[in-house]
Each structure stands twice: as C-alpha cells, then as structure tokens.
C-alpha cells in the first residue's frame, strides 16, 4: 500500500514537498514515480525514481522546480517542488512498477498507486 502525503495550500512561487511511503513491502527492485492530474487534464508524470541504480526522470517541464529523492532508511521518496504556479495545482500521486525495462512514463505502466494527495496553489 502506497501513502501519498505533504499536499496543502501554497501560494504562487512557494514550496511544497511530497512524500510517498509503502507499507508491507519496500521499494527495493521498483520504480516510483510522481504524477499529478489537474481537473479535466489527463495524468501526468512529474518524475521518477529507480530505487536500484537512483536513475531519474523528469519531463521537460518538471526540470529546474522538481527534485525527486529517496530515503532507503525510511523506504520513503519525497519529492520537492520550488516556485509552483496555479497551473501546479492537482492531485498528486506516487505510483510503483517492478524495475524491468526502461523507466516509464506513462500511467498505465504502473501497477501500485497511493490515494493521491491535493496541491493547491493560489495566486
């Protein structure tokens, strides 16, 4: 089971940081990745982590405002987001897929996902 917490209210320019924590099992031999989706939007991924190698991706548009990290210790990977923008505003999920092949991008590439966790960023 995936837990998705740190969403809130922020204003316009401010941080946020996410974080996704397992239960009953670790991240080890996984992907984890963040995605967001924004009312009427398709999900998104914002990036991405290999709990293995610690490769990670992020989309153009995550690059520069985005951090993704992990924790091995507490089996926990949080994610940083710095300057957000209302556009910024969604629900945010983590979301899990055995590490076999390239990392992917896509949601349905992912078996495991947490409840999801709202930001919202007011102007």
């Known amino acids: 089971q995936l837990q998705a917490s740190g969403g809130g209210l922020v204003q316009a320019g401010g941080s946020l940081r996410l974080s996704c924590a397992a239960s009953?099992?670790?991240?080890?031999?996984?992907?984890v990745a963040w995605f967001r989706q924004a009312p009427g939007k398709e999900r998104e991924i914002v990036a991405a982590?290999?709990?293995?190698?610690?490769?990670?991706y992020y989309p153009d548009s995550a690059k520069g405002r985005v951090t993704i990290s992990k924790d091995n210790a507490k089996n926990q990977v949080w994610m940083q987001m710095n300057s957000l923008k209302p556009e910024d505003t969604a629900v945010y999920f983590c979301?899990?897929?055995?590490?076999?092949?390239?990392?992917?991008?896509?949601?349905?590439?992912?078996?495991?996902w947490g409840q999801g966790t709202l930001v919202t960023v007011s102007s």
């Open positions: 979301a899990t897929r055995a590490s076999i092949g390239s990392v992917l991008t896509a949601p349905r590439g992912y078996d495991y």
């Open positions: 009953g099992r670790t991240f080890s031999s996984y992907d």
């Open positions: 982590i290999r709990w293995t190698s610690g490769y990670i």
